[in-house]
């Protein structure tokens, strides 16, 4: 059974960082795309970053340069790396997992984590 466990949201001011992480099991991430999703307030979810199974990464445009997603692959873990963070960064984040080692753009996700909160005050 595939589980997603994601950790590391909270409160932070504009400017601040924070880093997601997002443990499994169940599951080998070396071998798949792996992404993170948030949803602001009231809105729908988006794609924020992917990482395939090559180490390959895409990031959404309101991200590039400010967000860094990796792999640990000895403990199977997913990071996401926030750095100068805005307050229309805030909402839940989700770890979420594939079946192929390649991304397909921000769809075909099969496991999902329960999402992490992340709020950006200015």
């Known amino acids: 059974q595939v589980q997603l466990v994601e950790s590391g949201g909270g409160s932070v001011q504009a400017g601040g960082s924070v880093r997601l992480s997002c443990a499994a099991s169940?599951?080998?991430?070396?071998?798949?795309?792996m992404g993170w999703f948030r949803q602001p307030p009231g809105k729908e979810r988006e794609g924020v970053s992917r990482?395939?199974?090559?180490?390959?990464?895409t990031y959404a445009d309101s991200v590039k340069g400010r967000f860094t997603i990796s792999k640990d692959n000895a403990e199977n873990t997913l990071y996401l790396q926030m750095n100068s963070l805005k307050p229309e960064d805030t909402g839940v984040y989700y770890c979420?997992?594939?079946?192929?080692?390649?991304?397909?753009?921000?769809?075909?996700?099969?496991?999902w984590g329960q999402g992490t909160q992340v709020t950006v005050s200015s």
């Open positions: 979420a997992a594939a079946s192929d080692s390649r991304c397909w753009g921000f769809v075909g996700f099969h496991y």
């Open positions: 990482i395939n199974g090559y180490g390959a990464t």
């Open positions: 169940g599951y080998t991430i070396s071998n798949y795309c």
